[in-house]
């Protein structure tokens, strides 16, 4: 009788820990439901707000900015994107197949990401940065080397580049 108390207080303190550590955003509720509104992952590149030249940081009304990517097996879709330090970043993600989870290393943020579903959440890097965004739902062969990276570089930085130069990682 003990050690199931014993258990279950465990159980109970790895749930609270969860909770506060991990700040996962899971699927949005009307996927549940067969609304259909999700993007097509088939079609991603063709239509939709995830063709190519709507990917990486997009400024979309002042003091906003968005986030959208792609999580395919076993990449993400840029692979790396630049964000400023200190404003709220609104990632906006979905899967092209599989389901993925994402976490951004040495913080607590984390996205679930599934095909047909846009996966919102919106996340706050207070200084500039590095961080490995790699991929902890098993998704295939490439799972292990499926990670991409987030650059958080001081705002001024940020607003002096070009909207191409804010979806990849490569220098000028
Ligand atoms: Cu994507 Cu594991």
Redesign the pocket.
């Known amino acids: 009788m003990k050690k199931i108390g014993v258990v279950a207080g465990m159980t109970l303190l790895a749930v609270a820990l969860l909770s506060t550590r991990y700040y996962m955003v899971d699927l949005p509720a009307y996927h549940f439901f067969g609304g259909g509104e999700g993007p097509d992952p088939a079609a991603l590149h063709l239509r939709g707000e995830f063709v190519e030249s709507n990917l990486g940081a997009a400024q979309e009304e002042p003091g906003s900015l968005t986030v959208r990517m792609i999580?395919q097996?076993?990449v993400f879709v840029p692979q790396c994107v630049v964000v400023p330090a200190g404003v709220p970043i609104t990632f906006r993600m979905t899967s092209a197949d599989?389901v993925?989870?994402l976490s951004f290393l040495g913080t607590d943020y984390g996205l679930k990401v599934v095909p047909g579903a846009v996966t919102e959440a919106s996340f706050t890097f207070a200084k500039p940065g590095t961080f490995k965004i790699p991929?902890?739902?098993?998704?295939?062969a490439g799972?292990y080397a499926?990670r991409g990276e987030l650059r958080v570089v001081p705002r001024d930085q940020f607003a002096s580049l070009l909207p191409g130069e804010r979806r990849t990682c490569e220098q000028r």
């Open positions: 999580a097996q076993f599989a993925h989870m991929c902890h739902e098993f998704c295939g799972h499926m």
